[in-house]
T-cell receptor
Framework: GEDVEQSLFLSVREGDSSVINCTYT??????LYWYKQEPGAGLQLLTY?????DMKQDQRLTVLLNKKDKHLSLRIADTQTGDSAIYFC??????????FGKGTRLHILP | SQTIHQWPATLVQPVGSPLSLECTVE??????LYWYRQAAGRGLQLLFY??????ISSEVPQNLSASRPQDRQFILSSKKLLLSDSGFYLC????????????FGDGTRLSIL
């Protein structure tokens, strides 16, 4: 069935790079997304990548897509305290739905 | 630019009481609309989605219902709330073409006593 898997927790020291990994199952997904959720708030679309790309960079964010392995990663360079949040990986489906992972909670160590 | 509004932000209701959560979108026409529930420490569960006025698809059988009385208005309702209905409810919209990203409201925290 359709599923998006990601680790639940990640701790990173301030100033280091954070890498959040995700695997998905539907090889026909057209778009893959990363969302950020701060405490008590809704989900904010961070970035997305089209399935025919293998990399997308946007300031401190780098998305890597390995379509063969159905693996997606989000790298945050120079991690700051404001990056502390839950990060959701998601894939688009053939209908109008998006399948979300359970989210990775990023904790920043001083 | 497009905006999405959800209210109320927080709600405390007794078991057995009714529920009405409202979501409106501005700055776009004929959006797809979605209701999700996020239980504590867990991912998102799609409850309902709508591709047009009066068109509602239910993803999970439950005591909740949804309605879309106007193009940019999506309402989540219940006649009698259960304890298990507690959670964080999120409304989202997307452009009405396939494979478009969804954009979320700020959510409603619902606590059932």
């Amino acid at each position: 069935g359709e599923d998006v898997e990601q680790s639940l927790f990640l701790s990173v020291r301030e100033g280091d790079s954070s890498v959040i990994n995700c695997t998905y199952t539907d090889s026909s997904s057209t778009y893959l997304y990363w969302y950020k959720q701060e405490p008590g708030a809704g989900l904010q679309l961070l970035t997305y990548i089209f399935s025919n790309m293998d990399m997308k960079q946007d300031q401190r964010l780098t998305v890597l897509l390995n379509k063969k392995d159905k693996h997606l990663s989000l790298r945050i360079a120079d991690t700051q305290t404001g990056d502390s949040a839950i990060y959701f990986c998601a894939e688009s489906m053939r209908d109008d739905k998006i399948i979300f992972g359970k989210g990775t909670r990023l904790h920043i160590l001083p | 630019s497009q905006t999405i509004h959800q209210w109320p932000a927080t709600l405390v209701q007794p078991v057995g009481s009714p529920l009405s959560l409202e979501c409106t979108v501005e700055g776009t026409s004929n959006p797809n609309l979605y209701w999700y529930r996020q239980a504590a420490g867990r991912g998102l569960q799609l409850l309902f989605y709508s591709v047009g006025i009066g068109q509602i698809s239910s993803e999970v059988p439950q005591n909740l219902s949804a309605s879309r009385p106007q193009d940019r208005q999506f309402i989540l309702s219940s006649k009698k709330l259960l304890l298990s209905d507690s959670g964080f409810y999120l409304c989202a919209w997307s452009v009405s073409h396939k494979n478009q990203p969804q954009h979320f409201g700020d959510g409603t925290r619902l606590s059932i006593l």
